[in-house]
């Protein structure tokens, strides 16, 4: 099992910055003299954490009804027929759109913070990859959030459980889903 660890680290002026790695937990087996149990290993650097203060108000209770005003009003059962990664990239459109971001051509930027959608990736002004992660309900952005949530597959013979896992994916990644659209990404998996 892996989760995103966030860690504060100071400078030499004593100002602390904070960063996130997908750590794995493993189970060890006790050896005669020795101490079994949990260990964790960090297995991936995911970059600097941004936290960005609200612009929209309706962040606070913007419902499922925002949602579908951004896409457009459109027939949802039409709507789903789109694939898993667009669904995701208008979800990410959106969250980013409430906290500020404008769009342009593919890029959603924000103060200096680049996301291609194409590539579904944080870049720097050069187009270069730019390791970051925004947190924001109760989740984080990054690329590797969005690529779990894009190559989910459900593993489990137990619909249920699959559902939890891909619950999961998107509060992982910071997405409000309205329910209508989450029920019609599940079926995509």
Do not use: H
């Amino acid at each position: 099992m892996s989760f995103i660890r966030i860690k504060k680290i100071g400078n030499k002026n004593g100002k602390k910055y904070e960063y996130g790695y997908v750590v794995e937990n493993k189970w060890r087996k006790r050896l005669k003299k020795g101490k079994g149990g949990s260990r964790q290993k960090v297995s991936k650097y995911l970059g600097k954490v941004l936290r960005l203060e609200n612009i929209d108000e309706k962040i606070k209770d913007c419902g499922d009804d925002g949602f579908f005003e951004f896409i457009g009003n459109k027939d949802i059962e039409e709507y789903l027929k789109n694939k898993k990664r667009r669904i995701v990239n208008d979800l990410i459109r959106y969250e980013l759109s409430l906290r500020g971001f404008d769009e342009n051509k593919g890029i959603i930027e924000r103060g200096g913070i680049r996301y291609e959608l194409k590539q579904e990736r944080f870049v720097n002004s050069d187009g270069e990859d730019e390791k970051v992660l925004i947190e924001m309900n109760e989740g984080f952005l990054c690329r590797y959030t969005i690529r779990k949530l894009i190559n989910f597959k459900a593993r489990d013979e137990d619909e249920r459980e699959n559902g939890v896992k891909l619950a999961k994916a998107f509060l992982g990644a910071g997405l409000r889903v309205p329910k209508e659209i989450f029920v019609g990404y599940f079926e995509k998996v």
